[in-house]
Nanobody
Framework: EVQLVESGGGSVQPGGSLRLSCAATGFTFNNKPMNWVRQAPGKGLKWVAT???????IAHSSVQGRFTISRDNTKNMVYLQMNNLQPEDTAVYYC?????RGPGTQVTVSS
């Protein structure tokens, strides 16, 4: 059974940073691209970033230069380093593999 558990969310002021983590179990982690998606209040899910099984990354234009996705295949972990956070980044952030997501972690950016 695929299980994904996100952590690291919180409340920060604009310009602040957070590092999200996702612990993955129940599948062959090394073989799968991993994704971060987010859902802002009252809105649908939006893709944020992807890292392939061999470490290539791509991110949405709205977070390029501010967010960095990474993975540690020895620990079955995926990360999202978020810098220069802005109020529009406020959302629940989910780790996703195929159609599976974790429970999410809340990120709130407010002054």
């Amino acid at each position: 059974e695929v299980q994904l558990v996100e952590s690291g969310g919180g409340s920060v002021q604009p310009g602040g940073s957070l590092r999200l983590s996702c612990a993955a179990t129940g599948f062959t982690f090394n073989n799968k691209p991993m994704n971060w998606v987010r859902q802002a209040p009252g809105k649908g899910l939006k893709w944020v970033a992807t890292i392939t099984d061999n470490g290539m990354t791509i991110a949405h234009s709205s977070v390029q230069g501010r967010f960095t996705i990474s993975r540690d295949n020895t620990k079955n972990m995926v990360y999202l380093q978020m810098n220069n956070l802005q109020p529009e980044d406020t959302a629940v952030y989910y780790c996703q593999v195929d159609s599976n997501r974790g429970p999410g972690t809340q990120v709130t950016v407010s002054s």
